[in-house]
């Protein structure tokens, strides 16, 4: 068994995946204000408004991503004017890691793995 899906509940569907598909460089060719898949690996990610109200807080859950290089990553944030939570950091596991929000409040961190 896999993890099939994380979506993320909004009521700004466009707004948000608009953030993530700029954060993960992707463009899915759609502006669908109610449903969007923004990755469709084996994982995928989509952003949902089931029709109830959202507001904007931070929930019980995180997203992590791993990216080549975290700190190329936090700079495109800070140009985006990203509300960072944590700068990039080394971690004794061998992680180097940040965390920020989404547009809704989300916690997401960005990791890569030094060689």
């Known amino acids: 068994m896999t993890l099939g899906e994380v979506c993320l509940l909004t009521n700004q569907v466009t707004r948000l995946a608009g953030f993530y598909k700029w954060l993960l460089h992707v463009e899915n060719d759609s502006d669908d204000e109610v449903h969007q898949t923004i990755l469709a690996q084996e994982t995928m990610l989509t952003i949902y408004n089931d029709g109830e109200d959202h ?57 890569s793995f030094p060689k």
Request: charge should be negative; proline fraction near 5%.
């Open 55 to 111: 507001g904007l807080h931070s929930s019980n859950i995180t997203l992590a991503f791993t990216a080549e290089n975290v700190d190329q990553e936090y700079e495109r944030l800070l140009e985006k004017g990203v509300e960072i939570c944590e700068k990039p950091v080394s971690r004794p596991w061998g992680a180097r890691n940040m965390s920020f929000y989404d547009p809704d409040g989300n916690l997401v961190y960005i990791r």
